[in-house]
């Protein structure tokens, strides 16, 4: 509006102001000033559309401490990846590892931490600062020398001998540091070898450029660090140092508030054709990394008797990894089925045992995660008077047991009823003319016993968790009433990585009150992990 009226004014002249005296010059010189205020005013109070696109920017941004002597790589992937990846840029933050991890427990904030050393990232574990942790990438320690080792150092020991400087990083603020400083005084060399250092840096990095520099004949640093300064440098492989192998390990923050971005990028880093190309580029020994996809689709096969003990799991991981699990619930011989006539699942969790080693060639070794008992359910009050399994071949009884073939509840309880007898029959070929039902699953065994179709059902105690004050249970005694649930990992998935953290979640203290409060018994000790 104040616009549009200084617009009017400055189109009127002496002629038509009614005042006819004003001069036109100051008019125009007038509404030229009052204009550019205007204007002034507008550029610095209009609605802040760039302000807030940049905040959405810096909203999207992540915040990773990044040990000093990884820099190359892991520079090198932040910006191809924010090239990639939506715009997503990544702020770096450089030091040692332990002093990162410090500095980190005072912030409070952030999203990754990359180490050199896996020690540190299992230190942030304990301190409940780190909840994934994805190798990238391996290292070992050497001696560094310049180009033609002109002192001739070829061993810990000739780094003491006159005439010899050398660097060392800090124990307490560098990987390599603390790394040498173990292996050392295993070698019972670590008191002289702390005792001739010229210096102690903070970084691998810094004990690099000193070497590089003239500034001493030699440094303990990585590997790969020789290699990305082979023109200038060489290393010297020793003894004590042959056995220690570690990772680059990157750690997701507890305190990141984009989980799903972070954790993109840490799959990024370990992805062969992405982080894994610079870090091979860059004399990294690197890991074996998932295919790359911003958002990759898994398949999950799974019995039916852990639906309601795994899904909550599965979707709080879908959210926090930004990825999507396809799950086939399904009778086990069913899966197996399926899996044997070429489908390939990324994971396979059976309702028992049995029903893995079936598949066993195709999948990683089985983790044993919990157990759940055969139980004979009964309607309410039990009016047929049933108190065991024989009485299942009474007369007016109708029995629903699962699909011995489709099913491993059904063939655990052939397995559990055949050698059992009944007049001149095993048990399980006397209670065939009562059986009204075969199924491949157990529930819809109990949606049937509820709804008066069945008088009694063999099924999982884990089947009845949300119904069981709606029915009676009638304890089976005879023979081995168990079935026990493994889960595996396809050996040619994508995706191993994000399938380890999968089983991770699901075999974690969170996943275990969810099954506890379903009728199972977990079979996960700390040894079995």
């Given at each position: 509006m104040k616009l549009h009226c200084r617009h009017q004014w400055n189109q009127r002249t002496p002629e038509t102001c009614p005042e006819g005296k004003i001069n036109s010059g100051l008019a125009l010189v007038g509404g030229s000033l009052l204009f550019l205020v205007i204007m002034v005013g507008i550029l610095v109070y209009s609605p802040p559309k760039d302000v807030s696109e940049t905040a959405n920017q810096a909203d999207a941004?992540?915040?990773?401490?990044?040990?000093?002597?990884?820099?190359?790589?892991?520079?090198?992937?932040?910006a191809q990846f924010a090239e990639e990846v939506f715009g997503v840029p990544v702020h770096l933050q450089y030091g040692g590892s332990g002093t990162l991890l410090s500095n980190l427990q005072v912030a409070k904030q952030g999203d990754l931490y990359l180490a050199a050393d896996t020690s540190y990232i299992e230190i942030a574990r304990e301190k409940n600062l780190v909840k994934e942790a994805i190798?990238?990438?391996?290292?070992?320690p050497v001696i560094m020398v310049k180009k033609g080792n002109p002192k001739k150092i070829q061993s810990i020991d000739d780094l003491t001998k006159e005439g010899v400087s050398f660097s060392l990083a800090n124990p307490d603020a560098a990987s390599?540091?603390?790394?040498?400083?173990?292996?050392?005084?295993?070698?019972?060399?670590?008191?002289?070898?702390?005792?001739?250092?010229?210096?102690?840096?903070?970084?691998?990095?810094?004990?690099?450029?000193?070497?590089?520099?003239?500034?001493?004949?030699?440094?303990?640093?990585?590997?790969?660090?020789?290699?990305?300064?082979?023109?200038?440098?060489?290393m010297i492989e020793v003894p004590e140092f042959a056995q220690s192998v570690k990772n680059v390990t990157v750690g997701i923050l507890k305190s990141s508030q984009k989980p799903q971005q972070a954790l993109m990028f840490a799959r990024y880093l370990q992805a062969p054709g992405?982080?894994?190309?610079?870090?091979?580029?860059?004399?990294?020994?690197?890991?074996?990394?998932?295919?790359?996809?911003?958002?990759?689709?898994?398949?999950?096969?799974?019995?039916?008797?852990?639906?309601?003990?795994?899904?909550?799991?599965?979707?709080?991981?879908?959210?926090?990894?930004?990825?999507?699990?396809?799950?086939?619930?399904?009778?086990?011989?069913?899966l197996v089925g399926q899996i044997n006539s070429g489908q390939?699942?990324?994971?396979?969790?059976?309702?028992?045992?049995?029903?893995?080693?079936?598949?066993?060639?195709?999948?990683?070794?089985?983790?044993?995660?919990?157990?759940?008992?055969?139980?004979?359910?009964v309607e309410k009050g039990n009016p047929k008077k049933i108190k065991s399994v024989y009485d299942l071949v009474?007369?007016?009884?109708?029995?629903?047991?699962?699909?011995?073939?489709?099913?491993?509840?059904?063939?655990?309880?052939?397995?559990?009823?055949?050698?059992?007898?009944?007049?001149?029959k095993s048990l399980y070929d006397a209670v065939q003319p009562n059986v009204k039902t075969n199924t491949p699953t157990a529930d819809m065994l109990v949606n049937q016993l509820r709804t008066g179709s069945l008088?009694?059902?063999?099924?999982?105690r884990a089947n009845i968790s949300m119904v069981a004050d709606k029915l009676d249970v009638i304890e089976i005694k005879e023979g081995r009433p168990l079935a026990e649930q493994p889960i595996a990992i396809l050996k040619s998935t994508k995706y191993p990585n994000l399938m380890q953290r999968l089983v991770d979640?699901?075999?974690?203290?969170?996943?275990?009150?969810?099954?506890?409060?379903?009728?199972?018994?977990?079979?996960?000790?700390?040894?079995?992990?």
């Open positions: 941004s992540l915040l990773m401490y990044c040990a000093a002597g990884i820099k190359p790589p892991v520079a090198a992937s932040a190798p990238v990438a391996q290292m070992r390599i540091g603390k790394l040498a400083k173990k292996e050392l005084q295993k070698a019972k060399k670590w008191e002289s070898i702390s005792k001739a250092a010229r210096v102690f840096k903070p970084t691998v990095s810094e004990v690099a450029n000193d070497v590089l520099l003239g500034a001493v004949d030699a440094g303990i640093v990585w590997d790969a660090t020789v290699n990305q300064h082979s023109d200038q440098a060489e992405k982080g894994g190309k610079h870090f091979s580029g860059m004399g990294y020994q690197t890991v074996k990394g998932d295919a790359w996809d911003p958002h990759p689709q898994v398949l999950l096969f799974s019995g039916g008797v852990n639906r309601l003990a795994i899904q909550d799991t599965l979707k709080a991981f879908e959210k926090r990894e930004g990825i999507s699990v396809n799950v086939v619930y399904n009778g086990c011989g069913i390939k699942p990324d994971a396979y969790f059976a309702c028992d045992k049995s029903y893995m080693v079936e598949v066993q060639p195709k999948f990683a070794l089985p983790l044993t995660v919990t157990e759940t008992d055969m139980i004979l359910i009474g007369e007016n009884i109708k029995v629903g047991i699962a699909h011995h073939e489709q099913s491993a509840l059904g063939a655990l309880t052939k397995k559990l009823l055949s050698p059992l007898v009944s007049g001149d008088d009694a059902a063999i099924v999982y979640q699901l075999t974690s203290e969170s996943s275990r009150g969810i099954f506890e409060s379903k009728g199972f018994r977990w079979r996960l000790t700390p040894e079995s992990l």
